[in-house]
């Protein structure tokens, strides 16, 4: 004959009608079942409110989260991404943090599943995976050591008004020194630019920028009158190599965010356009925290040069061992009785020859060698490219190794 079987419902339920005839006490009752009193009385009770039903197992998980945000912090958190809908959570958080760091806020998970649930999760282009260039910046290990120039690309406004927008930071903090529109990208406009940032900040050692005018030209050692003057007040210039962004990967960077706060969609007009690269600017060097950085702000990194930007910009002084000769205004220097071209965009300006041996010397303007000079055939010959270059053994096709890149080379990739 097989066991009777009895369920922990009917267990319960004979341990109730037996409670309510009143033939054993409570006590009595929960020993001879093996509960506790606790428990004992809840199920009765459940049975007088619910019935059998009262009786069946129920969920153990609370009813709320133990560890659930508070709702007014939810809501800051989200408001903070309304208002700034490209940070992500790392930066969220370290930014409420530091407003107010009494308060618990939750773990940037966390935030995240926050902006998942409500709706304002961006998803990302997922992006080819490259190793990181890093060889540019090797210089770039303090503030105002190297200084990044560039043209964010042209687009134009609601009402039709085209917008170039020149950029400088500082490669080191990040610090967004200049984001100005300019009605054309021409030497005068983007010196006027420069000068003002160098009054404000003082001067960098380097700047470092494309191939395009005016930051560089066909002229001997890419030599443009922009760089020609950044000479003149001893910043040595850097080119990246054409077709090579990642070279100034970090300023490209800046671009991005630029452009997806700014311009997409853009302004209405010019003048609104500045306003909104003028805010761009104080937040991303104030607000916004970067990861490379170790969550700091810009501002809070970069301090100004101590190279003074002078009134008037001096004349090239050279050594006694250099030959000093000057640009005539075809842009020849006399050798001799022979006239050698040098290049139009020196033209009045004095430039130094080193001799390296009976027939070649280095060509240098102010401290920067440029070029070489072949003295029998009467020629200019450029610096060896994407090579270190000793311009103490700069015979015919001689190269030998260096402690560092050529200052006027494009930058090796």
């Not at 428990?39 to 019935?51: C, L, M, P, Q």
């Not at 071209?341 to 060698?369: K, M, N, T």
Request: with cysteine.
């Amino acid at each position: 004959m097989p066991w009777k079987a009895s369920s922990v419902v009917d267990e319960r339920m004979r341990f109730v009608l037996e409670y309510e005839r009143g033939l054993n006490t409570m006590a009595e009752l929960c020993r001879r079942y093996g509960v506790s009193r606790d428990t004992g009385y809840v199920w009765t009770a459940r049975f007088e409110s619910e019935g059998p039903d009262g009786l069946r197992d129920r969920s153990r998980a609370p009813l709320e989260p133990g560890n659930r945000t508070p709702v007014e912090i939810e809501a800051a958190v989200l408001a903070l991404r309304r208002e700034h809908m490209r940070w992500g959570p790392r930066k969220l958080k370290w930014v409420l943090e530091h407003a107010e760091p009494d308060i618990a806020w939750p773990a940037a998970s966390t935030i995240g599943e926050m902006l998942g649930r409500e709706g304002l999760a961006m998803a990302r282009k997922k992006r080819r995976r490259v190793p990181p260039y890093t060889q540019p910046f090797a210089a770039a290990s303090a503030p105002n050591r190297v200084w990044c120039a560039d043209f964010k690309g042209w687009f134009r406004t609601q009402d039709g008004e085209r917008i170039d927008p020149l950029t400088l930071t500082d490669a080191h903090s990040r610090y967004l020194l200049r984001c100005q529109a300019v009605e054309k990208t021409d030497t005068e406009r983007v010196q006027a630019i420069l000068a003002a940032a160098f009054g404000e900040y003082g001067m960098p050692e380097a700047i470092r920028s494309d191939n395009g005018a005016p930051f560089a030209a066909r002229a001997v050692g890419g030599v443009s009158r922009l760089s020609l003057w950044w000479m003149k007040l001893g910043i040595r210039p850097e080119r990246i190599q054409a077709g090579h962004p990642e070279q100034n990967g970090r300023h490209e960077r800046m671009h991005r965010t630029l452009k997806q706060e700014t311009a997409s969609p853009p302004s209405a007009t010019a003048r609104a356009q500045q306003r909104a690269f003028d805010r761009f600017r104080r937040d991303y060097n104030e607000l916004r925290p970067h990861e490379a950085l170790a969550m700091q702000t810009p501002s809070a990194v970069y301090v100004c040069s101590l190279r003074q930007y002078p009134g008037r910009v001096r004349e090239p002084e050279y050594d006694s061992e250099l030959r000093v000769r000057r640009v005539q205004k075809e842009g020849q220097f006399r050798w001799k009785s022979e006239r050698v071209f040098l290049g139009s965009v020196f033209q009045g300006e004095r430039i130094g020859l080193r001799q390296v041996d009976d027939r070649y010397f280095i060509v240098h303007f102010a401290q920067f060698p440029i070029a070489r000079f072949d003295s029998r055939e009467l020629k200019i010959l450029p610096l060896p490219e994407n090579k270190d270059f000793d311009v103490d053994d700069a015979g015919e096709g001689e190269v030998s190794p260096s402690p560092a890149p050529h200052p006027l080379s494009p930058t090796p990739g």
